[in-house]
């Protein structure tokens, strides 16, 4: 079969697609020994078979069980490619404090944003899922971070985005901090209405943006003081 930067990145994707989990061992490793970038094959190959994962859910031809698996075969081949990625080699420290939002358990995405942030320079800290609002608000005032980003998959709970936007205020933390919103249900207008300052429909694309809001976000505090 061919080893092209193409051809592996499908099948990374179709190693999660169909459960693959020590096979998507072996591609990883051919992948990374082609000397392709690792960074792609995280976002371009096993995100993209997690996504279509969860399109076969909503088709309901698969379940949960399958679900969980195709997590599974994501993880075992970001292991493998996460300690090739190339690290932003930046000067500036830039800390983040992400999480699910309360009352949300899905975590994939997150975590994607969670590595997309890491490979950037990012320090993360990393509150998990099912985070209570104030717990966003300590972490942040504990490290003084430059970024909060909360993600959730469900509508039931993308209000708890704009309730801990809130408390935010509440604390005299919002201008000291760019807020970035991501998930499936959410979108640009809703980042609007809510007073978000970044969204990005995939994580790969968010921490371009991300970066580029803390730099304005400090440039204005230094005019400010
Ligand atoms: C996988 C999955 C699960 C897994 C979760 C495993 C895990 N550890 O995450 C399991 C099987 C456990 C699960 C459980 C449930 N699920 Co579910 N699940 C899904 C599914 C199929 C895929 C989600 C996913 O992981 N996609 C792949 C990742 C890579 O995509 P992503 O998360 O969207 O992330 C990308 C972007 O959104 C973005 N991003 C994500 N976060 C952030 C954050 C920031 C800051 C930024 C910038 C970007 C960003 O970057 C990511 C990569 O590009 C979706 C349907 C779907 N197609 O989305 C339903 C779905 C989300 N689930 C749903 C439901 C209802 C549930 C349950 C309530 C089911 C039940 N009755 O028990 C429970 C949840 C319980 C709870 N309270 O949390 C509904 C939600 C409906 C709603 N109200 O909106 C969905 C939409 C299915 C449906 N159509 O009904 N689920």
């Known amino acids: 079969m061919s080893n092209s930067k193409e051809a592996l990145l499908n099948r ?109 320079g990012f320090e993360v800290y990393d509150l998990g899922r099912d985070v209570a609002p104030v717990d966003f608000i300590n972490k942040a005032k504990e490290v003084n971070a430059d970024v909060v980003g909360l993600s959730t998959l469900m509508t039931t709970t993308m209000d708890n985005m704009e309730v801990v936007i809130d408390l935010l205020k509440k604390e005299n933390m919002r201008e000291n901090v760019v807020v970035m919103v991501g998930g499936g249900p959410i979108s640009q207008s809703f980042a609007d209405k809510i007073g978000a300052d970044g969204y990005a429909y995939e994580a790969s694309k968010s921490v371009k943006l991300a970066k580029e809001l803390v730099i304005k976000k400090r440039a204005k505090h230094k005019e400010v003081v």
Not at 40 to 69: F, S, T, V
């Open 12 to 120: 990374l994707a179709q190693c999660v697609v169909e459960m693959e989990d020590e096979i998507v061992v072996d591609i990883a490793k051919e992948y990374i020994e082609n000397d392709f970038d690792a960074y792609e094959g995280i976002a371009k190959g096993l995100a993209c078979g997690m996504e279509e994962a969860g399109k076969l859910y909503e088709e309901e031809e698969y379940y949960i069980p399958e679900l969980l698996l195709c997590s599974d075969a994501m993880y075992e081949g970001i292991d493998i490619l996460k300690p090739h990625l190339k690290k932003d080699d930046t000067k500036e420290s830039y800390k983040a404090v992400v999480g699910v939002v309360e009352g949300d358990t899905h975590d994939i995405g997150k975590n994607l944003f969670k590595i997309m942030l890491e490979t950037s």
